[in-house]
């Protein structure tokens, strides 16, 4: 395709245009959102300038498949960049939802009033059309949310995110902070490997609100936050435990950490929603205390179409009870 091919987009490499139906080999390429995506090939990049607010937190919500390549990955980045370690490789041989496509999210904060988004493939395959699929692409300006009086926590509903595309049903991928420097959950990390799933109440059951979090990598992905604490103080740390109405039933166990005091909190799934309530009551013995969740099991989904799934956790709060006097 020639540079301008794909109206605001410019592009570069091997960039194909993919009807939804098209076969590769023994695969049928299905597009989520209209009739039509595009593959890059190695080395193949897609670009769009944007008008942005300075120093505003923006995320960036795109779908990729993979197709026939082993090791896929994808480079995101803008420009002009300050610091090129914004820039956030996506590796997506790991697939969550079962239908081949997942959506991902990337944050990131511009120096300048009009910025150019670029994803690209930095593969080098020997079959160029094992290049990953790329549908439909949004950017959203993100409100960092405060703390309050009543809840120590930053976004602990979790109502502030990425944007949803509204015709996918399978979630938003928020990556571990190896690979974020900004977070597209304001107030959130992801530690450890592997991503979070971003759910909404159109397609899932949510505890409180519009939007929660599902644990869908076990151990290998840990929620965090670190929150401003006074020592000897007493806290009560609170929080939701459910599923998310996916068809991910079993024995489900989520622990929370506060610090060095954790609690492990049991959730029996029948993969059709509902949640239970749960509390972790400690002593700050620091002036900065890390609050983190994490699921003790793997999950998949049991109508056998292999997607990777875990407990939803939603409407965290973390309130003082009450100063212990020294003695």
Known sequence: MSRKAIPNWEISGVVEYIKSGHKQGDMLLVVPEGAFAVRLGNEASIKQKVK???????????????????????????????????????????????????????????????????????????????????????????????????NLVKNGNFEEGPYIMPKTSWGVLIPSQIEDDHSPLPGWIVESLKAVKYIDSEHFSVPEGKRAVELVAGRESALAQVVMTRIGWTYVLSFAVGDANNACAGSMLVE??????????????????????????????????RIMFYSTFYHMTSDNSGSLCGPVVDDVKLISVRKLHHL
């Open 52 to 150: 942005v607010t300075k120093g505003a937190f923006y995320s960036l919500t795109f779908s990729a498949a993979r197709t026939c390549a082993q090791e896929e990955k994808l480079n995101v980045s803008f420009s002009p960049n300050p610091e090129p370690k914004d820039d956030s490789l996506f590796p997506i041989q790991t697939m969550y939802s079962s239908n081949g496509w997942d959506s991902y999210s990337w944050a990131f904060q511009p120096s300048q009033s009009e910025i150019e988004i670029s994803i690209h493939n930095p593969g080098v395959e020997e079959d160029a059309a094992c290049g990953p699929l790329i549908d439909s692409v949004a950017l959203k300006t993100l409100n960092p949310p405060k703390r309050t009086r009543s």
């Open 256 to 289: 929370a950490f506060a610090g060095k005091d954790t609690v492990k909190v049991p959730y029996q799934s029948n993969g059709k929603g509902g949640f239970k309530r749960a509390t972790l009551q400690f002593k700050a013995v620091s002036t900065r205390t």
